[in-house]
C-alpha cells in the first residue's frame, strides 16, 4: 500500500483555500431563498448580456447559468431553446445533461464512503472491484492503482475523452468484460496526471460495491435527495419531456441532434441530468464546506471531507490562465483535485473549476470559496464555448464589488496581537510589548531600530485611534489597517506556532494622505 503522495506546490496550492469567508449552512443551502436580485439589476444585466452575445455568436440552441452567492441561487438566465425543433425556449426549470461535471459527485460519494469506514483512499483498487485484480500493468515494478489514484487521475490509464464520450451507456456487464481484458496505460500509476473517463467509471463500480446498491441509488439516497435534488435525473426517460434540452451539434450551417446515450457503466464520470435550480443548491452546500469553523457537521458529509477536494496528487501545471474575452496574460497554476480543478488565479485568487462535454452538451462551473460565489452554465451544443464566458461573469462581478472576499473573525489569539499592536504603536516603543514578541523579533531588528521606525510612523500619519480593517488569513496571521489621524497604517502579523500569543512578525507601512488612501 502506498501512503500519499504530497508535493510543495500542491500543499501550497491546497493551502490557499484554507482562509475562506464565512459561509452559510448546508440546511439554508438546500432551499435556497428567492433570488435577492431584480431584473434591473446593472450587475446581473451585463451578466444577461454576455450569455446572450455568446448564444447568439456561437450557434448556440439554448443556455441557462446561475450565480451563487452566500449560500443562495440569486440569479438565473435562461436564453435560447431547449428543443430546436419545436422552439420550446429553455427555462431556468430546463433540465440540461452536464457531462463531467458529475465527477464531483462520484468524489464526494466516495468520501462518504470513506468516512463510513467501508473504504480506504490509498487500498489498491482491485481491493473493491474483483474484475481488476489480474489487471496487466505497463512495467513489472509499477504500484497498483489506488482509489486515490482514480480520484486524482493519476492512475496512468491514457487519457480518453474521444473514446469516452461514446461509452456512457455502455452496460455493466460490458464493463466488466472491458476491465477483465485489459486497460491501456500512459504510463504506470503516480508518475502524472492524465484525466482519466474510465477512472471515473471504475470508481462507479467502486461505489456501487461497497454501497451495495447501484451507483445512481447510492448517489441519489446520499446526496442528492438530502439537498432536495428533487429535479435531477440519471435517465433520459426519467426527464419530463417538456423539460428537457436536446443535445445538437453545429454542421453545415444548421444544428444536428446527436444521438441520445442513455445511462450506464459511465455514467459516474458524465451521466447526471439536473437544472439550474438544483445544482445551485449543490454549489450553496458545497461553499458551505468553507472556512474550516466550529459547529456539528450537516448530517450528509463533514466539511472536513468536502474540503478534499482541492487536494491533488502534486502534478501542478502551469496554464495559460483562465479562458476569457480580453488578452490581458495570466499564467495559472493549477492541479486536479478530487473532480475539481484547484486553481490560482492571477486576479481572483484561490478558485475551483471544472468543464462538461458529451456530444450535444457543454456545461462550466467556477467557484470562489473565499467568497461564497459561483457561477455555471449549461448549453445544450457540442464544445460550445462556455468557460470564457463564465469566467467573464466572475471578473464582472468582482470589477461590481459583488466578489468580495468574506472576511473570517479573527481568533482570540488575533485579537489579543491587535490590542498589542495598538499599545506598541502608541507607546512608539516596540518594549511596551516585550511579553508578546516571539524571542526572534528583538533579534530580527533590534529595539532602538523599532524606535526609529515607529518614530518615523508617527511623524507620516500622527496617532492611530482604531483598526479600520482587520483581516484575518488564518488562525495566527492577518493583514490590517490602522485609521491615524493623517493617513493610515497597512500592516500584517504573524504570530509564532507557540500556545502563547506571541508575534513573530510584524509588518507597518504608512499611508499618508497627501499619498491618496
Known amino acids: 500500500m502506498r501512503s500519499p503522495r504530497r508535493y510543495p506546490c500542491a500543499a501550497a496550492l491546497a493551502a490557499f483555500f484554507v482562509a475562506g469567508g464565512l459561509s452559510s449552512a448546508a440546511a439554508a443551502a438546500a432551499t435556497p431563498p428567492a433570488s435577492r436580485a431584480t431584473a434591473s439589476d446593472a450587475t446581473f444585466a451585463r451578466l444577461d448580456a454576455r450569455f446572450a452575445r455568446l448564444v447568439a455568436d456561437d450557434h448556440v440552441p439554448g443556455l441557462v447559468y446561475g450565480v451563487v452567492i452566500d449560500g443562495a441561487l440569486v440569479h438565473v438566465g435562461a436564453f435560447g431553446v431547449q428543443d430546436a425543433a419545436s422552439r420550446r425556449p429553455v427555462e431556468p426549470g430546463s433540465v ?74 455502455m452496460s455493466e456487464a460490458a464493463f466488466s468484460k472491458l476491465m477483465q481484458g485489459g486497460l491501456g496505460f500512459a504510463r504506470a500509476p503516480g508518475l502524472a496526471h492524465e484525466y482519466s473517463n474510465t477512472s471515473y467509471a471504475i470508481l462507479g ?45 453545429w454542421a453545415d450551417g444548421a444544428w444536428r441532434q446527436e444521438p441520445v446515450l442513455d445511462d450506464g457503466a459511465f455514467a459516474a464520470a458524465g451521466g447526471l441530468h439536473t437544472t439550474a435550480g438544483d445544482y445551485g443548491r449543490y454549489v450553496a452546500w458545497l461553499l458551505s464546506a468553507w472556512p474550516p469553523r466550529d459547529g456539528p457537521d450537516d448530517g450528509i458529509l463533514k466539511r472536513s471531507s468536502m474540503r478534499e477536494i482541492v487536494q491533488g496528487e502534486g502534478f501542478v501545471e502551469l496554464t495559460p490562465g483562465r479562458p476569457r474575452s480580453d488578452d490581458k496574460p495570466c499564467p495559472t497554476p493549477r492541479t486536479y483535485g478530487m473532480g475539481m480543478y484547484a486553481l490560482a488565479d492571477c486576479e481572483l485568487g484561490a478558485m475551483l473549476s471544472h468543464s462538461g462535454s458529451l456530444p450535444g452538451y457543454t456545461s462550466y462551473v467556477v467557484l470562489s470559496p473565499s467568497r461564497r460565489t459561483g457561477v455555471f452554465a449549461f448549453a445544450n451544443l457540442t464544445r460550445a464555448p462556455l468557460p470564457a464566458a463564465v469566467w467573464d461573469a466572475m471578473r464582472m462581478l468582482d470589477d461590481d464589488g459583488r466578489l468580495r472576499r468574506a472576511l473570517s ?109
Open 96 to 169: 440540461f445533461r452536464i457531462a463531467s461535471m458529475t465527477k464531483n459527485f462520484t468524489a464526494l460519494m466516495v468520501l462518504r464512503l470513506r468516512d463510513d469506514g467501508k473504504l480506504r483512499l490509498d487500498d489498491p483498487v482491485a481491493r473493491y472491484v474483483p474484475e481488476l485484480r489480474s489487471l496487466a500493468y505497463p512495467t513489472t515494478d509499477a504500484a497498483p492503482i489506488t482509489v486515490r489514484d482514480l480520484l486524482v487521475h493519476s492512475s496512468g490509464l491514457v487519457t480518453d475523452n474521444p473514446w469516452g464520450d461514446r461509452q456512457l451507456d
Open 205 to 249: 463500480r467502486v461505489v456501487a460495491n461497497v454501497a451495495g446498491a447501484p451507483y445512481a441509488e447510492a448517489v441519489d439516497a446520499a446526496l442528492l435527495k438530502p439537498l432536495g435534488m428533487t429535479a435531477s435525473y440519471w435517465k433520459v426517460g426519467q426527464v419530463p419531456a417538456s423539460r428537457r434540452a436536446l443535445g445538437y451539434s
Open 409 to 517: 473573525a479573527p481568533s482570540p489569539a488575533l485579537v489579543e496581537a491587535k490590542a498589542a499592536i495598538l499599545e506598541a504603536y502608541g507607546a512608539g516603543d516596540i518594549a511596551a510589548i516585550e511579553a508578546r514578541l516571539a524571542s526572534n523579533m528583538l533579534l530580527d531588528r533590534p529595539g532602538p531600530a523599532w524606535r526609529a521606525d515607529l518614530g518615523a510612523l508617527r511623524a507620516a500619519v500622527g496617532e492611530c485611534s482604531r483598526f479600520s480593517g482587520f483581516d484575518a488569513r488564518s488562525l495566527r496571521s492577518a493583514s490590517f489597517t490602522l485609521e491615524c489621524r493623517a493617513g493610515e497604517i497597512r500592516g500584517s502579523v504573524l504570530l509564532a506556532p507557540t500556545s502563547a500569543t506571541l508575534i513573530q512578525r510584524l509588518v507597518l507601512t504608512a499611508k499618508p494622505l497627501a499619498s491618496g488612501r
